[in-house]
């Protein structure tokens, strides 16, 4: 059951609008020093027309973070499409999007992490690219898996300097990518 289930009606046009007002609300002031009187205003609905919508704050709130998640895991996927790039750059690209984009400085405001969904299906997705290009028979024989070597560049993606984001990931993405493990001497 997703977060929309506790919305009384499902997301439409004017509850796209509710979130994207709602979003700055809670950044503002924090979900505790929100009230539905101060979402309703920023929505431009009376709260007995906010609650049309969402029966609670809570309810509210989850559709938030699932907005915000959702929108995130779309950029990082999109990110990850051919579009004549290479595969390279397509990776740093979708990292740079999962930790660098508004969407999810806004989830990281919120919740203080990325959902686990969110980060489960963008590690899934890199894998999906890793396998698809040939990258993970590279490391096979090292035995490391494509889920391994995905796993292994999200972490890497979240612990980069955020000014210098791009620039590290590209140089852990060339890695990943064209060399696979040197080969071992004893």
């Known amino acids: 059951m ?3 289930a506790k919305a009384v009606n499902p997301p439409g046009e004017r509850a796209a609008a509710i979130l994207d007002a709602a979003t700055g609300v809670f950044l503002r002031y924090g979900y505790r020093k929100t009230s539905m009187d101060d979402l309703a205003r920023a929505a431009g609905l009376s709260r007995q027309g ?3 919508h969402f029966r609670t704050k809570e309810a509210l709130f989850d559709a938030v973070v699932e907005h915000l998640a959702g929108s995130v895991r779309e950029t990082a996927l999109n990110a990850l ?7 390279a750059d397509r ?3 979708a ?6 984009s508004p969407a999810s400085t806004g ?3 919120l919740t203080g992490e990325l959902p686990a969904r969110l980060h489960h299906d963008v590690v899934a997705a890199i894998a999906d690219l890793v396998r698809r290009n040939g990258i993970e028979s590279r490391w096979r024989e090292h035995g490391v898996t494509a889920d391994e070597l995905a796993e292994h560049l999200f972490t890497a993606s979240s612990g980069a300097r955020p000014d210098r984001r791009r620039e590290q990931m590209a ?4 890695i990943v990518t064209r060399g696979g493990c040197p080969q071992r001497t004893v």
Do not use: P, Q, S
């Open 81 to 87: 499409a051919d579009g004549g790039r290479t595969v």
């Open 171 to 174: 140089v852990a993405v060339r």
């Open 107 to 109: 989830l990281r405001e």
């Open 95 to 100: 990292l740079a999007a999962v930790h660098d």
């Open 91 to 93: 990776l740093a690209d």
């Open 50 to 52: 906010l609650y049309l």
């Open 2 to 4: 997703t977060k929309w």
